[in-house]
């Protein structure tokens, strides 16, 4: 199975919105509302920030939103603040009964 | 709340076999609310799913690490482990155990993870 592709980079001055987003294929992203997406702080366990493409764990900022559109799923970030800096990755079940994550993707808030 | 800790060796030679145990409290690894699984993490590189079992002992794999990966569920310890054969140094990463529940599609409770070398 291929990893999800997410870009590298991302970086937002404080206040602002960022959106990451995370593509796939019909057959893990685009085939299943099982997109989700987790936070990590250098030297931490990843948390868990989405689930189910757009649902919030309880304690997560409603500043976290979750989307899909076909096989792209996406991460938005507003009110961007200095505690939001850090690596984010989304995870997609796939066809396969697997699990799959994408490369991560680096926030930089400016 | 569950809390997941991993343990085992820190360091493991070259073709032989990683074992790792993650013990579980605040909950029955028995749960059919959970599946279990492990998620490695090379130096600097991005998160890899190595596979889940469910308390039933069903279990689910990496294609890609499937030959050399065994999970198991030892229920008298509520513990679950992996065990990964013909290790290399590209098999070095933090290892992490965590949950994905059955109503909620995403991991949502992690160990803290740890750091396992492959050297001679």
């Known amino acids: 199975q291929s990893a999800l592709t997410q870009p590298a980079s991302v970086s937002g001055s404080p206040g602002q919105s960022i959106t990451i987003s995370c593509t796939g294929t019909s057959s893990d992203v685009g085939g299943y509302n099982y997109v989700s997406w987790y936070q990590q702080h250098p030297g931490k366990a990843p948390k868990l920030m989405i689930y189910?493409?757009?649902k919030r764990p309880s304690g997560v900022s409603n500043r976290f939103s979750g989307s899909k559109s076909g096989n792209t799923a996406s991460l938005t970030i507003s009110g961007l603040q200095a505690e939001d800096e850090a690596d984010y990755y989304c995870?997609?079940?796939?066809?396969?009964?697997?699990?799959?994550f994408g490369g991560g993707t680096k926030l930089t808030v400016l | 709340q569950l809390q997941l800790q991993e343990s085992g060796p820190g360091l493991v030679k070259p073709s032989e076999t990683l074992s790792l145990t993650c013990t579980v409290s605040?909950?029955?690894?028995?749960?059919?609310?959970?599946?279990w699984g492990w998620i490695r993490q090379p130096p600097g590189k991005g998160l890899e799913w190595i596979g889940s079992?469910?308390?039933?002992?069903?279990?689910y794999y990496n294609p890609s690490l499937k030959s050399r990966v065994t999970i198991s569920v030892d229920t008298s310890k509520n513990q679950f482990s992996l065990k990964l054969s013909s290790v290399t140094a590209a098999d070095t990463a933090v290892y992490y155990c965590?949950?994905?529940?059955?109503?909620?599609?995403?991991?949502?409770?992690w160990g803290q993870g740890t750091l396992v070398t492959v050297s001679s």
């Open positions: 189910d493409v757009s």
């Open positions: 995870s997609s079940y796939t066809s396969s009964s697997t699990w799959v």
């Open positions: 965590a949950t994905n529940g059955i109503a909620v599609a995403g991991f949502d409770y």
């Open positions: 079992i469910y308390y039933s002992g069903s279990t």
């Open positions: 605040g909950g029955s690894i028995s749960s059919s609310s959970y599946y």
